[in-house]
């Protein structure tokens, strides 16, 4: 049990959301789905985490104690002790419920022959990471998707333009400058947002026969952890897959929040266009002659506000957010 001091009386809740994995064989994954959602739910711990023969991927938030303890069984029983996490708080959990879900893997490449366990590329600190971008003879690669990339990213990375981490893979071997022969001298450095996709991102670009290949260990929300501000080569804001949408450099909530319709990142400047309409569309998704669906969305904001007045959370945006988190853990 973690010695975290209790909240001063009347003080604010906090709460701790910490996002992580481990790529390490797992061979009975049934039995280690009910203690852990136990140990989680005996805390008062939200959000989900998935378990695959190939590892563990997780985002949860709470008590920071109770959040500890969750993290100190899965060190103890799933990941063994050197378990990848990135911490942050927010004012308001993030999640509705806990959920651990069995998966074919954690983190959705669609190649079943990658397995970072076996090849990977190599890491690189995030005290490193400026340097080794830096070098005008390295090849940066951003492989979220469109829509993270489009709110922040690395100067002079290349933006893979892809809706879904699915969309890598194509999207590489589509490249001719990524060839082999076209890279010879060259290095390749590629990042995520917490480190996951890029494990099979390296590992599927070093079975293409690329050899010099680089990720930043643990991703974007570890670079603005450690990496203070005015050294900082990252612009803009990191989107996350929680009700936080984004965070800035001190890892605290930006200033995005959600298109309910389309859940892509929007600001106050999308919501100033013509085409943005509180919880029915945004310029990311409008389309004038699907009136029947924007009927169904007018329908669901009327019913979410009823119940926010009512001081309840409407079912929808609990499946909203269950969904939200289900597609962090497979793209973060």
Not at 44 to 54: D, F, K, N, S
Not at 118 to 136: M, Q, R
Not at 227 to 243: I, M, N, R, Y
Request: charged share 30%; net charge negative.
């Amino acid at each position: 049990m973690s010695n975290t001091p209790a909240a001063s009386p009347g003080a604010a809740p906090e709460f701790h959301v910490v996002a992580f994995y481990k790529f390490t064989p797992l061979d009975d994954i049934a039995e280690l789905q009910g203690p852990l959602l136990g140990v989680c739910k005996a805390g008062g711990v939200y959000g989900t985490i998935l378990l695959a023969p190939e590892g563990i991927n997780g985002t949860i938030a709470g008590p920071k104690e109770s959040v500890y303890d969750a993290l100190d069984h899965i060190r103890s029983e799933i990941s063994g002790p050197d378990l990848e996490f990135k911490e942050s708080t927010a004012s308001e959990n993030p999640f509705y419920r806990m959920k651990v879900r069995l998966k074919k893997e954690i983190v959705t490449m669609g190649v079943p022959e990658i397995d970072p366990n076996k090849l990977v590329g190599t890491y690189v600190a995030p005290s490193d990471w400026n340097e080794l971008i830096s070098d005008p003879d390295v090849v940066v690669i951003d492989t979220r998707n469109e829509y993270e990339v489009r709110i922040g990213t690395f100067d002079g990375a290349i933006d893979p333009g892809t809706a879904s981490f699915r969309d890598f893979p194509k999207w590489f071997e589509g490249r001719g400058d990524l060839a082999p022969n076209q890279l010879q001298g060259k290095k390749v450095a590629m990042f995520c947002t917490g480190g996951i996709r890029c494990e099979k991102a390296t590992a599927f670009v070093k079975e293409q026969g690329i050899e010099d290949v680089y990720h930043l260990k643990g991703g974007i929300l570890k670079y603005l952890e450690e990496v203070p501000q005015h050294d900082s080569l990252w612009k803009g804001e990191c989107f996350v897959f929680d009700q936080r949408v984004s965070v800035d450099h001190d890892l605290k909530p930006g200033n995005y929040e959600l298109c309910r319709s389309c859940r892509h990142p929007i600001d106050e400047e999308i919501k100033a266009s013509p085409e943005f309409e509180e919880g029915v569309s945004c310029p990311n998704c409008y389309n004038p002659t699907d009136e029947a669906r924007r009927s169904r969305m007018l329908e669901r904001q009327h019913q979410m506000a009823l119940a926010e007045e009512r001081g309840e959370v409407h079912l929808g945006r609990v499946f909203d957010d269950a969904a939200a988190a289900l597609k962090n853990l497979e793209e973060w």
